[in-house]
């Protein structure tokens, strides 16, 4: 089903949650994926990607057609993140690096993460890096968005991102290469 | 034997995803939203994030309101208001008005009764017995039991 159909069906009570389900089962494995890798652990990217789609239950009402639908399903789990992050920082009093490692070490431990060496490296090259990178890296390596796409999901300007990306992408490899 | 790798270039890498999921966890979670949608209001008309700092901002403009609304009242009334010091009337306008206006009622001479019940005098009340017997006639209230 299209965005535009889905939207226009949603305003429709009597569609409303036809709709909705079908909005879920639209965007689900992406916002999932998208938090998971910023989070890394199951429990949290579930918590997480509920609550993104009731802060879409509640606001799609409100939604401006102008921007594409999936963009702004990108922004609010973006936030969420974000959110989460910095609130697991505060919550412990622990500085950047230390959450790095639990989440490193989540890495290690959890049973609903695997993979060959090189790929489970990479995934804590990746926590080495400040969040907002670390978002701007996935979407453009894993999601192989544009970077007009990721402009409009985190407000940041096109040449921004691009060094952005490009910064990450050279740190990654170093941090590869060094250990 | 030194494995580690010289050069790596992050295009040539695959791109495998690392993390999994519980088995059928995308098949029940549309379900689990859907449940808790349910369960959840619809959008406030205001966000409730503003709440807070429109309470703070909400307090003085009352007060202010208020403020304003007694000001607004107080100038109001002096223009319109007569006030009579009763002190100037001469007693003569008084016991005109009250022939005029004031009416006796039932209530009174209920009143009157209790009085007498306590044995006070007709000269405490200020009337004679002759012209208590006839307002009594008059507004046939002899045989009333109170």
Request: glycine share 0%.
């Amino acid at each position: 089903m299209e965005d535009k159909e889905i939207l226009e069906k949603f305003a429709n009570p009597d569609s409303r949650n036809l709709a909705f389900n079908q909005l879920v089962r639209k965007y689900q494995q992406k916002v999932y994926w998208h938090i998971r890798k910023m989070v890394i652990d199951h429990d949290d990217s579930d918590d997480l990607t509920q609550e993104v789609f009731l802060k879409v239950w509640k606001n799609l009402e409100n939604f401006r057609q102008d921007a594409q639908l999936y963009t702004w399903l990108y922004r609010i789990a973006t936030n969420e993140c974000l959110t989460f992050l910095s609130s697991k920082k505060r919550k412990f009093f622990l500085p950047i690096n230390d959450v790095a490692a639990e989440l490193a070490e989540k890495i290690d431990s959890s049973p609903n993460i695997s993979g060959d060496e090189i790929q489970l490296k990479l995934q804590k090259a990746l926590l080495k890096l400040p969040d907002k990178q670390r978002l701007v890296f996935n979407m453009k390596y894993y999601d192989e968005l544009k970077y007009e796409q990721i402009s409009e999901i985190l407000g940041t300007s096109v040449g921004a991102l691009k060094a952005s990306y490009h910064l990450a992408v050279k740190k990654i490899e170093e941090f590869l290469k060094a250990d | 034997m030194n494995n580690k790798p010289e050069n790596i270039d992050l295009n040539e890498l695959p791109k495998h995803n690392v993390y999994q999921v519980p088995e059928d966890y995308f098949d029940k979670l549309p379900t689990r939203i859907m449940a808790r949608t349910a369960a959840a209001p619809k959008q406030a008309w205001l966000p409730a994030q503003l709440w807070p700092n429109l309470r703070v901002a909400v307090a003085p403009v009352l007060l202010l309101m208020l403020l304003v609304s007694v000001l607004y009242l107080n100038l109001e009334q002096p223009a319109t208001k007569q006030t009579i010091n009763l002190a100037t009337v001469p007693d003569s306008e008084i016991v005109d008005y009250l022939t005029s206006y004031a009416t006796l009622e039932s209530a009174d001479f209920a009143e009157l009764n209790n009085l007498n019940q306590q044995e006070l005098t007709a000269d405490f009340l200020n009337v004679s017995a002759a012209d208590a017997e006839e307002e009594l006639e008059y507004h046939n209230l002899r045989n009333t039991d109170y």
